[in-house]
């Protein structure tokens, strides 16, 4: 657990040192995903970080802030203007500094958990592993709309391991999330990574498989490439899965059509 809270820990760092770096005009600038701005993401990375904390500190104050951010959601408000009124005082740089006490005191908190401890979320509740995993995921992808934003080159790492890892679990949730027939196989993966090193999943198959680098498939799996804007190779299942893959929660949702988030540096 203290070696998956040190790669959180680092994720949160390297949006933050990024975020840093931004002009106030940078901060507003509008990103590709649902047109919010480099602000949006993070205060809505904030807001679930604080979140996160009551999950894995106090359940009943989560309970009770889960109850008000439904009645929010009911009323009609979207999570990002939920967020913005939340942070709404804040200029980018005071939010920065909100959000890095916040994280900072969420992994903390999640690195003296047991990683079997189960922890309340929005749905199902979670082990601390899984939550953390996720939250990393959630960072990475949120900040890869920040740097698409600038733009500017990631650096890649081998904290990419987390995030594909939840992209392969999630093939057959993919599908019944969208009321479809899972198909029979599950694709073989194999993947590069930063360092080099193939990174496999599943059973190997010359008809069903996915690959190609680790990045696009992070990318393709958290929705911020089309699979048609990468250099992944699929067939069979693979190819059935990956324009419609979804590695988070929530409703169904669609990635950016061919084109769109195609970014070049």
């Known amino acids: 657990m203290k070696d998956l809270c040190a790669d959180l820990l680092a994720e949160y760092d390297a949006l933050a040192a990024l975020c840093a770096t931004l002009s106030p005009e940078q901060?507003?600038?509008?990103?590709?995903?649902?047109?919010w701005t480099p602000?949006?993401?993070?205060a809505h990375l904030c807001y679930?970080?604080?979140t996160g904390l009551l999950a894995a500190t106090d359940a009943e104050a989560f309970a009770a802030g889960t109850r008000a951010l439904m009645a929010e959601q009911e009323s009609g408000k979207e999570i990002s203007q939920i967020a913005r009124e939340r942070f709404g005082h804040l200029d980018g740089a005071q939010l920065l500094q909100v959000w890095r006490v916040r994280y900072q005191a969420l992994v903390a908190a999640l690195a003296g958990l047991d990683p079997k401890a189960r922890l309340p979320w929005y749905g199902p509740t979670m082990s601390a592993r899984s939550f953390a995993t996720a939250r990393l995921m959630e960072t990475w992808a949120h900040g890869q709309d920040v740097y698409d934003s600038v733009p500017a080159r990631r650096p890649l790492t081998g904290r990419l391991r987390h995030i594909a890892h939840i992209g392969v679990t999630t093939f057959g949730w993919t599908f019944v999330n969208r009321k479809l027939p899972v198909p029979p196989v599950a694709p073989y993966i194999v993947l590069q990574a930063p360092?080099?090193?193939?990174?496999?999943?599943?059973?190997?198959?010359?008809?069903?498989?996915?690959?190609?680098?680790?990045e696009d498939f992070c990318l393709v799996v958290t929705q911020r490439r089309n699979v048609r804007d990468t250099g992944l190779e699929y067939a069979g299942a693979g190819a059935e899965?990956?324009?419609i893959a979804q590695c988070f929660a929530g409703p169904p949702a669609d990635g950016p059509a061919p084109g769109v988030r195609a970014v070049r540096y």
């Open 27 to 35: 901060w507003q600038r509008r990103t590709q995903f649902y047109g």
């Open 39 to 42: 602000w949006d993401e993070i």
């Open 48 to 50: 679930f970080d604080e």
């Open 195 to 214: 360092d080099g090193e193939a990174w496999t999943w599943n059973a190997p198959s010359d008809t069903d498989f996915v690959r190609g680098s680790a």
């Open 241 to 243: 899965w990956l324009p």
